[in-house]
């Protein structure tokens, strides 16, 4: 009896892990394709996961899709025809056609995806009317010249009570639906408003756009939602974010954008991890180093991912960043010039020195260079001297290098290329790289454009 009862229990076992197998079932009519390819979508990248091949039913079906992280993830049929959805542990049944995706899309079974393709057919409806309406407005100013005439005022009422009822739309969706993706996705699309904030925060309003949304910028983002890492929100979020609030750019503003952010991703794990990446992408090979320090100190190597190399790695360029920054004294560089002469930069004498990192192989060093051969020229006889330090393996592609700009500073080179010391010693991420000393080879500045190379050498000079 006992092993009857183990019997069965084990049995009902099996059968509960079997119900939760799933699957995706997409019917395209009108493709005649043979295959689709299913990838995942995380911020920027579609990272392609899975093959299906067409059955005989004319459908493309994946298996196992509860394995698959809850996300957006991405169809593409061939290079012109692609759709998204939501894999959330459910089986998907969809059929549409290949003529208009959106239109004829009929999601039969997958509540996560009819939450997602009916708010996108309510939301195309309403931006047509939006449009229309924009357009008659428009007619109205043109033949008025009266942005306040009474028809011009009742389209924008109008215009203003069809955005609000897309974010009332999306309410009532999270109100039903609380625990699936589909609603919270779509609500992260809604831009914040000053407005309905004040209203709703009578006592902390805000007379100034910009900085409400320094401050609210990410609030329909739910950052403690580890399922926005499978989409393309925190990318296209925080991208956005930094290109509004990074300007005018600068060290401080950047780090202000990435502590706001960060503060807000400590809410998750991967969320923050994911966060954390992507600032060392956006800045690792950039000119803003000390924005790279920052990352690295106060968030990268409080992760690290278990990646113990990685940390070393970040840890070392964080240490050489620091050895390099204004006030410090250079690392010294003796390399040998094109006639085999051997160079001392430190005894080389002169009231400024600029040192050039570049390769002949460089397109943009190559664009760059004669705009900087015009500087060494205008301040030469007050004073700068030039070194520019070719990271080449070619002494001939170096010579020609010379030879073509008509350069007459001093030019040196180890010939080892990429593999050269000196760019682990100087931190070098990208060419050309210009840092300007003053006559005891105290690093000045590592300038971030011409305008900045003008005002360092006209400081030392005179």
């Known amino acids: 009896m006992k092993r009857l009862l183990l019997i069965i229990f084990s049995l009902s076992i099996i059968s509960v892990y079997a119900q939760k197998e799933h699957y995706l079932y997409y019917a395209l009519n009108n493709f005649n394709g043979t295959r689709v390819i299913l990838a995942s979508i995380v911020g920027s990248s579609n990272i392609p996961i899975d093959t299906a091949y067409r059955q005989s039913t004319g459908a493309f079906v994946f298996n196992n899709t509860e394995k698959r992280p809850v996300g957006m993830y991405k169809l593409v049929f061939n290079d012109t025809i692609y759709t998204e959805l939501?894999?959330?542990?459910e089986d998907i049944v969809i059929e549409s056609d290949a003529k208009n995706i959106i239109q004829n899309m009929v999601v039969k079974k997958s509540i996560e995806n009819k939450i997602l393709f009916d708010y996108w057919k309510y939301a195309l409806k309403v931006r047509d009317t939006i449009s229309t309406l924009s357009f008659k407005r428009d007619k109205i100013e043109k033949r008025t010249y009266d942005s306040n005439h009474p028809e011009i005022i009742k389209i924008n009422k109008h215009i203003e009570e069809l955005n609000n009822e897309i974010f009332y739309y999306i309410e009532r969706q999270i109100s039903e639906y609380?625990?699936?993706f589909a609603p919270h996705l779509l609500k992260s699309y809604i831009i914040p408003s000053m407005e309905k904030y004040n209203k709703r925060n009578p006592k902390k309003q805000y007379s100034n756009e910009k900085e409400f949304y320094f401050n609210h910028f990410f609030d329909n983002i739910d950052f403690s939602d580890k399922r926005f890492v499978n989409s393309k929100v925190l990318f296209v979020s925080i991208s956005d974010y930094i290109e509004t609030f990074g300007k005018p750019a600068s060290t401080s503003n950047y780090i202000k954008v990435i502590d706001n952010v960060m503060n807000h991703a400590k809410e998750n794990d991967s969320i923050y991890d994911y966060c954390v990446n992507l600032f060392m992408r956006t800045f690792e090979n950039s000119i803003w180093e000390e924005v790279m320090v920052h990352i690295i100190d106060n968030y990268y190597m409080k992760t690290n991912?278990?990646?113990?190399?990685?940390?070393?790695?970040?840890s070392n360029m964080s240490s050489r960043i620091k050895a390099l920054k204004p006030g410090v004294k250079s690392p010294n560089i003796i390399m040998q010039d094109i006639f085999g002469n051997t160079i001392n930069m430190h005894d080389i004498k002169a009231?400024?020195?600029?040192?050039i990192f570049y390769s002949s192989d460089c397109p943009h060093c190559i664009k760059s260079l004669p705009s900087i051969v015009e500087i060494y020229n205008m301040y030469k006889s007050k004073g700068l001297e030039t070194i520019g330090i070719a990271l080449d393996d070619s002494k001939e592609k170096w010579k020609e290098e010379i030879n073509?700009?008509?350069i007459n500073w001093i030019s040196i080179s180890d010939l080892q290329g990429m593999a050269s010391p000196i760019i682990n010693t100087y931190n070098i991420t990208t060419t050309p790289t210009i840092i300007i000393l003053n006559e005891d080879n105290i690093i000045m500045t590592k300038p971030k454009g011409i305008n900045d190379i003008h005002a360092t050498l006209v400081e030392l000079l005179n």
């Open 86 to 89: 939501i894999i959330n542990n």
């Open 178 to 180: 609380p625990k699936f």
């Open 305 to 314: 991912n278990g990646k113990p190399k990685l940390g070393v790695y970040y």
């Open 351 to 355: 009231k400024a020195k600029m040192l």
């Open 404 to 406: 073509e700009l008509n």
